[in-house]
């Protein structure tokens, strides 16, 4: 690829990221291009994501039934249950055990998805965790080692996410110091000791004037936050929206993220004081108590936590003795509380910290309605299972990994080229000659042809980091050939026509 032809020029500055990170040196040496908006991807960044992207798959050349099909794969976090279309797409063309298993590996715009199916869930999960781990250990030799992250929990467990540490960007997640768990902060998990068993009180209602927040209720009442119940009202974005209540302890937060994900919605939002009037509450008193037309759904830990206060959806009114079962009941009960640093680890009690990582790989098992039919003739079941690779994540860490103060230095397993060809004054002819016979030998040249000054070629080789710079120029050539030079590596002579051999 001739340099003058490339679509796409370094940049002086990048100021959105510090140099650390190493987005910085992908966006000045323009592999992407970044707005408010949007990233966009230039040719030298789809040209390095190729390259990941090829290396990713010869892992996979060993998975048993691999095919590759063009479907329009779910984003990541995966719903909790497989879109419609993708169900249909199961029912028509795995109609029984014979067509299992199956891996089914697609390239969306900047990820690998596979979806794997078998006969049993745990089947499918553990090829989908299979082909996880081989990515995984695919990444190792190019640089970037990942750890166990955690991510959102469907009816059958959480995904299992690979982690990159990203000192500067990623997502924001909270980890365990102590035992290393680690999850991003929209779905970490805290740990929640359930209060000492004690007699169920009598609902009794109180007055409680002005106490219409859960702090003020708290202080009326002489009593701690824990022993409260807050009451979030919020509606779904969807065609037909519908009302949910989510209930949490009141020292606790909705994870508007968790409930989302719950619920399948794309997102929730504040629900008015008439729409909370609609279905019998009381803005600022509210309580599941009596609550008739909307979605009860409350936190895993609110059924073993008894005698709360709650809002007695009468103005100026609580009550006290409120127990799930007796009183009210949800329709959902799971884990909706938010996480935040300082809780206690889900895992060891230790207090979470505040950390970030790049979220490059994830499996999780899916459901489905989709059924097949088992050599008895029955029917059971579809296990289905995903595994997905995140080319930005997996990039945008792998530059952190692999840059320099002044640009970046990239493996020769990962580098979008092999050598870089630099034509100066007095050396454009053998230049030319030279980058014939490289491509020839099968060496990926990005040639840089411009009409520029040597500063600004060499600027650019090094912000762009392939592994190898070979410049021709007169001075070269009148010290017998042209100027050899690894990126992290001293400088040689090599005669024009041993450089193809000494690149080999």
């Given amino acids: 690829m001739r340099l003058s032809e490339l679509f796409g020029q370094s940049q002086r500055q990048a100021g959105r990221y510090p140099p650390e990170d190493g987005r910085h040196w992908l966006l000045r040496a323009a592999y992407w291009h970044e707005t408010d908006q949007a990233r966009l991807w230039l040719p030298l960044g789809m040209a390095l994501q190729n390259r990941l992207f090829r290396h990713l798959e010869a892992a996979m050349e060993e998975v048993a039934l691999r095919q590759e099909v063009d479907l329009v794969a779910p984003a990541f976090p995966w719903p909790r249950r497989l879109p419609d279309a993708l169900t249909a797409l199961l029912e028509a063309h795995v109609a029984s055990y014979r067509q299992l298993p199956r891996v089914l590996l697609w390239r969306g715009p900047h990820s690998l998805t596979v979806l794997a199916l078998g006969a049993t869930p745990e089947a499918a999960l553990e090829t989908a965790q299979a082909v996880r781990e081989r990515w995984e250990a695919a990444l190792r030799p190019l640089g970037l080692p990942l750890h166990a992250g955690e991510g959102p929990a469907a009816l059958a467990g959480p995904a299992t996410l690979g982690l990159a540490p990203a000192a500067r960007g990623g997502e924001p997640t909270l980890r365990c110091p102590r035992c290393g768990y680690e999850a991003p902060v929209a779905w970490a998990r805290r740990a929640k000791p359930a209060p000492e068993p004690e007699p169920l009180a009598s609902l009794t209602p109180v007055a409680t004037p002005h106490a219409n927040t ?28 519908r009302l949910v209540f989510a209930v949490v302890r009141g020292d606790m937060q909705v994870s508007l993220p968790k409930l989302a994900y719950l619920l399948g919605v794309d997102g929730l939002a504040p629900a008015t004081d008439d729409e909370i009037r609609a279905v019998g509450a009381v803005p600022g008193y509210a309580s599941p108590v009596g609550v008739r037309g909307a979605l009860v759904v409350v936190d895993d830990l609110i059924p073993h936590s008894p005698n709360l206060v709650a809002g007695a959806n009468r103005e100026g009114y609580h009550l ?6 007796r009183d009210f009941t949800a329709d959902l009960v799971a884990d909706i509380a938010a996480a935040a640093a300082g809780d206690p680890c889900p895992q060891c009690g230790a207090p979470l910290e505040s950390a970030a990582a790049w979220v490059v790989t994830a499996s999780q098992r899916l459901e489905t309605a989709a059924v097949y039919l088992t050599p008895e003739g029955k029917t059971a079941p579809l296990g289905v299972a995903a595994a997905r690779v995140d080319g930005e994540a997996a990039i945008a860490a792998l530059a952190s990994a692999h840059s320099q103060p002044d640009g970046l230095a990239w493996p020769p397993a990962l580098a979008p080229y092999a050598v870089h060809l630099i034509a100066l004054r007095g050396g454009e002819e053998a230049a030319e000659t030279l980058y014939r016979d490289l491509r020839a030998a099968g060496f990926p040249v990005l040639y840089d042809d411009r009409k520029a000054s040597p500063g600004v070629k060499f600027t650019d080789a090094d912000l762009i980091g392939l592994p190898v710079r070979v410049t021709v120029s007169k001075r070269s050539l009148k010290q017998g050939g042209a100027e050899v030079k690894p990126r992290q590596g001293e400088a040689r002579i090599v005669p024009l026509d041993e450089v193809v051999a000494a690149l080999a």
């Avoid at 708290?218 to 969807?238: I, M, N, Y």
């Fill in 214 to 241: 859960i702090r003020a209720l708290a202080d009326f009442l002489g009593v701690p936050e824990s022993r409260t119940a807050k009451a979030v009202f919020l509606h779904t974005q969807e065609a037909t929206p």
């Fill in 320 to 325: 006290t003795g409120v127990n799930y079962g």
